[in-house]
């Protein structure tokens, strides 16, 4: 399976979007309608969840988001705060409509809503996660854009492979060849004192003299 032209893409997950949209609406217009013996708690729990797929659904389409970037994002960027958003964008219809469809039944109007929703959402996120993995593996993209930032805010920390070191906390090192006998011989290096410690011969010095 080849990958989908971009111009392709855009009106399929603009199908796709528009259809979860449509049936997050009629979702919305059922729990408040239809469902006369579902608690008050349990109506906003689920208008919660139909109104955060219709939401997310609608901010995609509005900025044109391709959830292939969406998952790479989540896969390979180390910071928390872009997973999350990258993670609610591509994943907020389908964990909606599978909580609504688990939790909501004796309604055959409203499953069947919720039904289409789950179909619809699952197959554009299975296309789009197939799409990504199908890519990385060819080869044809295989460095991930979002996988190394300079300075990521959480994940695994970055560790140089030499760490740095300070001239005013660290000794300096001379080493000088010197010749004996006619062979060559390394001299044991020289440690010099810290600038600090020289720093507080002086003062006392100075305070001696006064």
Do not use: W
Not at 117 to 127: A, D, E, K, Y
Not at 161 to 172: D, I, R, W, Y
């Amino acid at each position: 399976m080849d990958k989908i032209p971009p111009y392709d893409y855009a009106l399929y997950a603009f199908a796709a979007r528009s259809a979860v949209i449509t049936c997050s609406i009629f979702e919305l217009l059922q729990i408040f309608g239809s469902l006369e013996e579902t608690s008050s708690f349990a109506k906003f729990i689920y208008f919660l969840f139909a109104g955060s797929s219709a939401a997310a659904s609608a901010f995609n389409i509005a900025m044109s988001t391709d959830g292939r970037d969406e998952i790479r994002k989540v896969v390979g960027n180390p910071d928390c705060e872009t997973r999350g958003k990258a993670a609610a964008l591509v994943l907020s219809p389908v964990l909606a409509g599978l909580i609504l469809f688990v939790c909501v039944s004796g309604n055959a109007l409203f499953s069947f809503f919720v039904l289409i929703h789950v179909l619809i959402s699952i197959t554009q996120f299975g296309v789009e996660a197939y799409e990504t993995f199908l890519q990385k593996g060819s080869g044809t993209a295989s460095n991930n854009p979002y996988a190394q930032l300079a300075n990521p805010s959480c994940g695994a920390p970055i560790v140089s492979e030499k760490k740095a070191t300070s001239q005013f906390t660290e000794p300096l090192q001379d080493v000088k060849p010197v010749k004996d006998e006619g062979k060559s011989k390394v001299q044991t290096p020289v440690v010099q004192e810290p600038i600090y410690h020289t720093l507080e011969r002086v003062q006392k010095e100075a305070e001696k003299k006064k």
